[in-house]
């Protein structure tokens, strides 16, 4: 008597292992996969990054499209809609959609200023406002700078703010408060870059000053803000010469703002800016605005430097934390030419070591390649380096074959670009899908028989080469008594690889989803 998966375990399969590129032929290739695979196929709907006016055509039409599906075989399975940038005119397909997805959970998009007060619709729970995006068909029209009230954001990602800061942060503090009643726990605050270098106003503590007068207002004066993710970008994490003397920086504590108890990630927008001919890190990181968080997962820095060293320490050793338990993943971009240029500075190589020495779950690293060969030469059989997601710029297998198998945890590895040696005496990069695909299918492979060797099973899961990813794919058999499994090697379209926190770092993806929250 032949043996059969149960319906559920083929659909909860399919919805956490396969590609949308292996769904979309399950479902063409016979009415009954189609049955059991749509589901899963529609569940998440993403329309691509666009901005000039054909583009923007081009996403209304395909919107529209998609709103006419039969609503009980389509549109009732979609739980999450992402509709990356957009503007006013589609308000009226958008409620038409959020009509017929009866089942919708959350709507994420990305606009300019002028455009939010019109989408005050309850299912858009994450939303991106963007001063520095404005097209030409746009830059004529007034950009107001008050921001709208919105009554179910869960993630509210503010960048480029420019103008009358103050204002903004008027605004920026009602939308938080929320009627006494806050919503948003991922919160993104960057300033306009120009502003930010020598701004004499502090936009945080300007948020908390609102915020304050409005809580006791509405007699509740230890309200706080339940934040899980956080972006701190220029003007909010270092105190300017150029700021007016009339804050009180002892004040200026994340604590006074939200519990910092929730907060599991946080990350730095303190990418280098040039002063003259020379590249100089954005400024000094005011540690005690952090004190008080005690269970972080997660820090993400734009440029790795001392001062980053001397966070993750103050996070570490600060009293009554666990953050040396919990905090286990680490992102940077590395420079060592901006670096080098730092007065007083230890070298790049240095730090490295020194980051190196935390116990890390997920370490990624893009940039700068002159501290690759360090990192490949530290000695990965130590605990501390028990990592199970790995990216760095560049590697060649035959080269780093068994520094890698080292890692026996390793669930996820990922590179910027790849060499293979030819011949035995040459490098060459590889630059097409064949080859990326070839070179994933040698490492899954190596990594497969290494854990069979040692009786176990390979936790590798997904390898990442240039703008590619690849999964190995392990479905039980279906006949008898058949324990076997068998691999297929495939590769995930490009919206499921931006999932990954490596591909977005190295095509610098900033947009609201691939800045806050987690994947």
């Not at 324990?483 to 900033?510: P, S, Y």
Request: one cysteine or more; hydrophobic letters at 40%; a neutral charge.
């Amino acid at each position: 008597m032949e043996s059969y998966l149960p319906l559920e375990l083929w659909i909860l399969l399919a919805d956490q292992r396969l590609p949308k590129k292996t769904l979309t032929t399950l479902c063409l290739t016979s009415k009954t996969l189609n049955e059991i695979f749509r589901p899963v196929l529609y569940r998440e709907i993403v329309l691509p990054e666009s901005a000039d006016e054909d583009e923007l055509q081009w996403k209304y039409r395909q919107l529209q499209a998609i709103s006419q599906l039969p609503i009980e075989t389509h549109l009732r399975h979609i739980r999450r809609l992402d509709l990356n940038y957009i503007e006013s005119a589609i308000l009226a397909c958008l409620c038409t959609c959020f009509y017929y997805m009866k089942n919708l959970e959350n709507c994420s998009i990305s606009t300019i200023p002028d455009s939010a007060p019109y989408f005050r619709l309850n299912k858009i729970r994450d939303i991106c406002l963007d001063l520095s995006k404005i097209t030409s068909h746009v830059q004529g029209r007034y950009i107001r700078p008050d921001l709208p009230k919105f009554r179910n954001l869960h993630s509210l990602d503010l960048r480029s703010l420019r103008g009358n800061l103050k204002i903004l942060g008027t605004s920026i503090a009602r939308i938080l408060f929320n009627d006494g009643m806050p919503t948003v726990t991922a919160l993104g605050l960057d300033v306009d870059g120009l502003q930010g270098s020598n701004t004499t106003s502090n936009l945080f503590l300007d948020i908390f000053a609102e915020f304050d007068n409005l809580r006791r207002e509405d007699e509740k004066p230890d309200l706080r803000l339940n934040l899980r993710d956080l972006i701190l970008g220029k003007g909010m994490y270092h105190q300017s010469p150029a700021m007016d003397v009339q804050y009180d920086y002892k004040q200026w504590r994340l604590s006074k703002l939200l519990d910092v108890t929730k907060l599991r990630t946080l990350r730095l927008l303190n990418d280098p800016c040039t002063e003259g001919n020379y590249w100089v890190p954005y400024k000094s990181i005011h540690l005690e605005l952090f004190d008080g968080i005690t269970a972080l997962q997660r820090v993400s820095v734009e440029f790795l430097s001392q001062e980053v060293l001397q966070l993750l320490h103050h996070l570490i050793m600060m009293k009554n934390s666990s953050n040396q338990t919990t905090l286990r993943e680490f992102q940077a971009t590395l420079d060592n030419t901006v670096h080098s240029q730092i007065p007083g500075s230890p070298s790049l190589s240095e730090v490295v070591a020194l980051l190196l020495q935390f116990k890390w779950r997920q370490l990624l690293l893009s940039g700068d390649e002159s501290c690759m060969d360090q990192i490949y030469e530290a000695s990965w059989d130590e605990p501390s380096y028990q990592w199970e997601e790995l990216g760095i710029l560049w590697i060649n297998w035959e080269q780093h074959r068994d520094t890698l198998l080292q890692l026996s945890k390793l669930r996820i590895l990922m590179f910027s670009y790849a060499t293979v040696t030819i011949s035995g005496k040459r490098s060459q990069v590889i630059t097409c899908i064949e080859d990326a695909f070839d070179l994933s299918k040698r490492i899954f492979t190596a990594f497969q028989e290494r854990a069979a060797n040692q009786k176990r099973n390979s936790n590798l899961r997904y390898i990442g080469i240039e703008g590619w990813v690849f999964t190995s794919l392990r479905l039980p058999f279906s006949g008898p008594n058949d324990e076997r499994t068998g691999a297929e090697i495939v590769q995930l379209d490009k919206e499921e690889a931006r999932a990954f926190d490596f591909m977005r770092m190295n095509e610098k993806l900033l947009g609201v989803k691939y800045r806050l929250g987690r994947r």
